[in-house]
């Protein structure tokens, strides 16, 4: 059980690196350089129910590039983003998967 957390916490940290780089290159190139800028506060759900598990995940998205958490609704599990362009949850959150695994 807790070598499968350290591993779903690897995946986790790679995953993260990855959108950020990601995130990098699509606000760097199709936000500033093409103007495709039009910023949006959407309320996302998560599934994860523990306090901690939320706030890795707020932690996360404000990370990546282009998405800012502005809110952390730990009763009602909802955290509000702010994104430079509109996106669909699982482009906000791809990640959330590997923290219910690690940390829940």
Do not use: C, H, W
């Not at 995130?23 to 495709?36: E, H, M, P, Q, Y």
């Not at 523990?50 to 998405?67: E, F, K, Y």
């Not at 009602?76 to 959330?96: L, Q, T």
Request: proline share 5%.
């Amino acid at each position: 059980m807790f070598l499968t957390r350290i591993g779903y916490g690897i995946i986790y940290f790679l995953d993260l690196i990855y959108e950020i780089l990601k995130s990098t290159i699509d606000v760097a190139f199709k936000g500033v350089l093409g103007r495709n800028i039009d910023p949006v506060i959407v309320d996302i759900e998560t599934v994860l129910e523990r306090p901690v598990s939320q706030t890795i995940l707020a932690n996360s998205i404000s990370l990546t590039p282009g998405t800012l958490s502005v809110d952390l609704d730990t009763e009602n599990n909802i955290i509000k983003v702010a994104a430079i362009s509109p996106r669909s949850k699982e482009d906000i959150i791809p990640f959330e998967k590997y923290i219910k695994k690690m940390l829940e």
